[in-house]
């Protein structure tokens, strides 16, 4: 039996679409399962990263910050936290593996129990059992692993999701087949033109190159055409999507990595400056037991230690203070404030110490207006006015005056002091750093407050600067706008 040559290339040309339909059809079906499951796995890492933070900030939100006995006494409430927290289903492991909080969630199976041993290595794993997603990450405070998180991520939606778009992918490149093959065995020529185009355009995709022609015809094959295009576009956006995804993942990876050494060094520093107090009071707590009988050693001592005490309490005040700018955003009540009015209110509260030391005192104070909030600018103006008592001269001055130049007021304090050296200006501002450390201790300091000054201000919408530093003193100048 003689088959018609039209017939011949009507089925071999809807073989081709049909290939060309399930290819699309296959490439997008995949792209959008790879999509959810990247989504998921970076939802779920974002939760762990949460969790792994909030139990730090439990941990030193309680008296005792000893990291294994808040996970032993308060572990099933911070469990039931985090639950509330992410949204889902939380089981805790210490890191023995026992489950010290579970609610909501199916009992373990065997391969969640490999998971765990898994992760209890320090590592993150996750585990797929049909409709669930068990993601398992290590609870960790520094390097150290105390325990594991498990979230229940149910994957129900996204693969009811996924079966809707495969049934879509189906329905309509079966019709388009039926439709295409009808058209070619009548118009043969035409279509076969317009197939080749678009088996062309359909390469250049797969290459990467989303540009395809418009197709004038007024049928299927012109519909099919117009959703190739359309779907080219869609595709051409979402690389370029992912391309920016990529840009930001990596700008983060990097902010990640200097926030991580920022905080190692904070770690470090906080430990050698808490470090001498500690030693100070042990020392002298040594000695009393040493000298019970002695009663001027006695007084020395006691003396001596709630100096160091008093001095561990405003360090801790001052690190918490700086933690929590770091990573709260705080609303301040922002207000009308009068600066001469403000910076005479400061000034009176640092009498006492000035007169302590033989300073003098010089103003040269006008009426001027900003807008604050007044409790973290008496902050700001005591820290520096207390910089300059603690590091002047026996007998020397202290200059405070402000000004309003053109839409700005400019407050300025100086002082008659040891300087800083220029090499150094712009570590000054940078937490526990002093230029001169015995003094820094001297008088209680540890290198915070200018520090925390400046936070305060930034966030406001200040600034401070360093006007001139010598070795006939240093000026800073505090700027904010002037209101009316």
Sequence with gaps: MKVSIKLKLSLFLA??????????????????????????????????????????????????????????????????????????????????????????VPHQSEGVKQTLTYTLENKTAYL?????????????????????????????????????????????????????????????????????????????????????????????????GAGIA????????????????????????????????QQKEFIGNVTHEFKTPLTSIKAFIDLLDMYSDDEELQMTARSHIASETQRLYEMVEKVLQLSAMQKYDFEYNKERLEVSQMIGSVLGGLKGKMDKFGLTLVTDLHEAYIEADKDY???????????????????????VSNVVKGDQVVIEISDTGIGIPSEVTDKIFEAFYTVDKNRSREHGGAGLGLSLAKRYAETQGGSIAIVKSDANGTTFSLTFLSVI
Excluded: W
């Excluded at 693969?159 to 043969?188: P, T």
């Excluded at 051409?236 to 840009?247: A, S």
């Excluded at 600018?377 to 300059?388: G, K, R, S, T």
């Design 15 to 104: 073989a081709i679409l049909l290939l060309t339909v399930f290819v699309l059809s296959l490439l997008v079906l995949q792209g959008i399962e790879r999509n959810q499951q990247v989504q998921v796995e970076q939802l779920l890492a974002h939760q762990a990263e949460t969790a792994n933070v909030y139990f730090i900030q439990s941990v030193m939100s309680e008296s005792n910050k000893i990291p294994e006995h808040f996970l032993r006494t308060k572990g099933d409430a911070f469990g039931q936290q985090l639950e509330l927290i992410s949204g889902q289903p939380v089981v805790l492991y210490d890191s023995n593996g026992t489950i010290i909080s579970r609610r909501n």
């Design 128 to 224: 797929v059992e049909g409709e669930s997603m068990y993601y398992l990450t290590p609870l960790r405070v520094g390097n150290e692993q105390l325990g594991v998180v498990q979230f229940y991520y149910s994957l129900r939606e996204h693969q009811a999701f996924y079966e809707e778009i495969k049934q879509l992918f189906i329905y309509i490149g079966a019709g388009v087949f039926v439709l295409s093959f009808l058209l070619a065995y009548f118009y043969f020529n035409s279509i076969a033109r317009s197939i080749i185009r678009l088996n062309d355009a359909v390469g250049r995709i797969r290459e990467g190159h989303f540009e395809t022609p418009v197709m004038k015809r007024n049928d299927e094959i012109g519909e099919l």
């Design 230 to 261: 359309a779907m080219s576009e869609r595709l051409k956006l979402t690389m370029q999507d992912k391309d920016r995804e990529r840009e930001k993942l990596a700008l983060a990876v990097q902010k990640l990595s200097e926030l991580d050494q």
């Design 377 to 399: 600018m008496n902050i700001v103006l005591a820290n520096l006015l207390d910089n300059a008592i603690k590091y002047n001269k026996p007998n020397g001055h202290i200059y």
